[in-house]
């Protein structure tokens, strides 16, 4: 084994070793998404709900999409990190082996991740994803500012989902319209 190579294990250990003892993950970068999940792992699945959710909107619909996963992940009544929060839906064991938990078809948080389609990105499409990427990492990391005002949830403008009535309007971008979900006895100003 090289020297370099030893070197850079030995610097991985301590870095591991050093979030057992710190409770947070050196290699997470900003620890939002909790101290046990890759940072690049948690981007690539940001970076997936991005280009399947918004990948025909506007930049500013891509971020805003972007904004309602870590929104959520940031929201202790969601789970806390990115993959579990785009995830997050009922299950059921697979038809071809019982030990592998499936999606329930249509029940998902995010449509794109229980469709029932193929989640690999087309060759025509690369470019939009690497896009989908560069916001990934910039939320991640949080060199943007939330101009969802705080937004959990949104819906495509053609469609009323129940759920839209018990929730405040935040904006509208492109063809979503933004909400976010109240703690109870939070009075905030209600964006337009």
Known sequence: MKKRT???LLACALSF??????GQSAFAGEANAAAFHASYTEQKCLADNIYWEARNQST????GVAFVTRNRVNDTRFP??????????????SWKDKNIMVP????????????????????????IY????????????????????????YHADYVTPA?????????????????????PNENRLQVQ
Not at 17 to 22: H, L, N, V
Not at 60 to 63: D, E, L, S, T, Y
Not at 163 to 183: G, L, P
């Open 130 to 153: 690497e896009f989908a990427r560069t916001i990934a990492f910039k939320i991640y990391n949080g060199h943007l500012t939330d101009f969802t005002v705080g937004a959990t949830h």
């Open 60 to 63: 500013k619909g891509m971020i």
């Open 6 to 8: 030893k070197w850079y």
């Open 104 to 127: 329930l078809r249509h029940r998902c948080q995010f449509s794109w991740y229980c469709d029932g389609k193929s989640d690999n990105i087309p060759t025509i499409d690369l470019d």
């Open 163 to 183: 759920w839209a009535k018990s929730k405040t309007k935040t904006i509208t971008i492109d063809e979503h319209i933004f909400y976010r979900w109240e703690r």
């Open 80 to 93: 806390h990190s990115y993959c579990e929060v785009i995830k997050q839906g009922p299950e059921r064991p």
């Open 17 to 22: 070793a050093g979030g057992f003892y710190t």
